[in-house]
């Protein structure tokens, strides 16, 4: 619900940082910088360094804007404009390959800075944002000067926020989303340390990075004043710094997503229930639907290994968010759009479990739902899913999809259907109004329905709907 | 507490906003330790064999002075 006094208030999620606020002014993006950061933002801009950046693609487009010229509350001593990013996601939602992605990404840049005597000020995965499948980071008051023989003060919410939940993934194959959604701030050292076994504690990057911090962590009060005295006459040389930097980026590039059966989302995209020519009938049908609607921005729920996104983006729209609910799919779909330079984001995101609003006022990380206006929606052999597998009443799924977007494809698979019927072989029968005569006449309440066309023996039927005014 | 506190104060209160961690700093300060332990281990050896040479040095030439003399 918007609140009256924050018609003009920072993004709710920019307060950490004292040195400056994000503010959204209808399609625009501007960050208010305080008197204690201009000299630093000075230095990256004036050098040539902040144009160089942004160049490789590793720092957001900005550029300064005269202070007067749009007003934003507070008391900024200069301001600057951000290049808006399409769709806001967050590390939870990320898949293995994605927040490996943007490791790299936020170390590449940490060397690069340090290269021309410059640093990072945390390492929050939160300040990397995706243009499509590739990383970059966006906080531009993270960046300062580097202070000869200084600690790397981002180091444990590195750890926390990439190296942890990367390590539960390849180590244990246990997907990161849930615990990390959970805690926010990424999987904790000390909780994380408790998971290695003792032939593990023999790793000396795993000693290095995560054991030997966290047992100093639980020690710290009783080693205060050796740590202190320590502290004192020892600086970190820029060269260790370096090193460590480095050894991070090695040790992150040879990761990968490892132990885990694989699950049968995968493979779904060969063994669907239905023939070659109803493949390509559908197929058809998707791209009608996209070169006449030329969307934007595209959700695809349930976007599988990203196949209709891949024709989506073929066929007129510009870029596709993929919400997929297991993990290890999700990554297949992040590695295909990388690999063939797609405008694709696939995101971890349970349609019935979305990523609510929470954090600081439960308002710090938005809900996936409306973080974005999207332009249009597939939904291609999915709602059975909600429907069937997780008892979602056929009313309220159709109002949730129509809600969505205002135009859209939703295939109805009907109980004849194998799928259906694999689905309802160990359970009883208790959806009576699951019927494609009750989804048609639903979705006519809700929309106007623009064509429908059957492209299964099964009894498969696609929708194009074109929500009603005034509905939702 | 106290440690904190000091390695907040250690790398200036401008971008102290985020808590760095102790067991993490006390990681870094050893690395520093142990750069600093080198480095001091690295000049003594190399005084050690200028120091050698330089003996080496030294006696060579007398040798070559005594047999040209």
């Known amino acids: 619900m918007a609140d009256s006094r924050d018609e003009m208030a920072a993004e709710p999620g920019s307060f950490r940082d004292p040195r400056g606020r994000i503010y959204s002014i209808g399609e625009r993006i501007f960050r208010t910088v305080t008197a204690e950061a201009i000299d630093d933002v000075r230095w990256l801009t004036d050098s040539g360094y902040l144009a160089n950046l942004v160049d490789q693609g590793l720092l957001i487009p900005t550029h300064p804007v005269d202070?007067?010229?749009?007003?934003?509350?507070?008391?900024?001593?200069?301001?600057?404009?951000?290049?808006?990013?399409?769709?806001?996601?967050?590390?939870y939602e990320w898949p293995f390959s994605a927040l490996k992605a943007a490791a790299l990404c936020h170390l590449d840049l940490h060397l690069k800075l340090l290269a021309c005597d410059g640093t990072l000020t945390d390492a929050s995965a939160y300040n990397v944002q995706f243009r499509g499948s590739r990383p970059v980071f966006i906080d531009l008051l993270s960046v300062r000067r580097y202070v000869n023989g200084e600690y790397w003060l981002g180091h444990r919410q590195f750890v926390e926020q990439f190296l942890t939940p990367l390590l539960l993934q390849r180590l244990f194959g246990i997907p990161y989303n849930s615990w990390y959604r959970g805690a926010l701030e990424g999987i904790a050292l000390q909780d994380f340390a408790r998971l290695l076994s003792f032939r593990q504690w023999l790793s000396w990057r795993l000693a290095l990075h995560i054991l030997l911090p966290a047992r100093l962590q639980s020690?710290?009060?009783?080693?205060?004043?050796?740590?202190?005295?320590?502290?004192?006459?020892?600086?970190?040389?820029?060269?260790?710094?370096?090193?460590?930097?480095?050894?991070?980026?090695?040790?992150i590039e040879q990761l990968e997503p490892g132990r885990g059966a694989p699950t049968p989302w995968i493979r779904y995209a060969d063994q669907h229930s239905y023939g070659g020519a109803e493949v390509a009938?559908?197929?058809?049908?998707?791209?009608?639907?996209?070169?006449?609607?030329?969307?934007?921005?595209?959700?695809?729920?349930?976007?599988?290994?990203?196949?209709?996104?891949?024709?989506?983006?073929?066929?007129?729209?510009?870029?596709v968010i993929g919400a997929?609910?297991?993990?290890?799919?999700?990554?297949v779909a992040f590695r295909r759009a990388v690999a063939q330079g797609l405008n694709f984001l696939p995101l971890v995101v349970d349609a019935a479990n979305p990523s609510p609003s929470h954090g600081w006022r439960a308002?710090?990380?938005?809900?996936?739902?409306?973080?974005?206006?999207?332009?249009?929606?597939?939904?291609?052999?999915?709602?059975h899913h909600l429907a069937i597998g997780r008892n979602v009443p056929l009313d309220q799924l159709l109002i949730w999809h129509v809600d969505l977007a205002p135009v859209g494809v939703i295939e109805f698979v009907p109980k004849s259907d194998p799928t259906v019927q694999t689905m309802l072989a160990l359970r009883e029968d208790v959806f009576l109004d699951y019927s494609d005569a009750s989804f048609a006449s639903i979705l006519g309440r809700l929309a106007h329905i623009e064509r429908r066309e059957v492209i299964s023996s099964s009894g498969r039927t696609l929708y194009w709907y074109a929500r009603m005014r005034g509905s939702c | 507490m106290h440690v904190l506190a000091f390695f907040l104060l250690l790398t200036g209160p401008a971008h102290a906003y985020l808590d760095p961690g102790?067991?993490?700093?006390?990681?870094?300060?050893?690395?520093?330790?142990?750069?600093?332990?080198?480095?001091?281990?690295r000049e003594r050896l190399a005084r050690l064999l200028s120091f050698t040479n330089w003996r080496r040095g030294k006696s060579d030439e007398v040798a070559r002075t005594k047999n040209g003399g």
Request: contains cysteine; positive net charge.
């Open chain 1, 67 to 91: 202070r007067d010229a749009v007003s934003v509350p507070g008391q900024a001593a200069a301001l600057v404009e951000h290049e808006r990013i399409p769709f806001v996601s967050y590390p």
């Open chain 1, 219 to 251: 020690n710290a009060r009783h080693a205060a004043g050796r740590a202190q005295g320590l502290a004192a006459r020892v600086r970190l040389p820029k060269a260790r710094l370096i090193g460590l930097l480095t050894g991070l980026t090695k040790w």
């Open chain 1, 281 to 319: 009938q559908k197929r058809a049908f998707v791209a009608d639907f996209m070169a006449r609607v030329r969307p934007r921005l595209v959700l695809d729920l349930g976007c599988n290994t990203g196949d209709y996104s891949a024709l989506a983006l073929q066929s007129g729209a510009e870029m």
């Open chain 1, 324 to 331: 997929e609910a297991d993990p290890q799919t999700a990554d």
């Open chain 1, 363 to 383: 308002r710090e990380r938005t809900d996936f739902v409306s973080r974005a206006k999207f332009d249009a929606l597939i939904a291609l052999a999915f709602v």
């Open chain 2, 22 to 41: 102790t067991g993490s700093i006390l990681v870094q300060a050893i690395l520093g330790a142990v750069s600093l332990g080198v480095a001091f281990f």
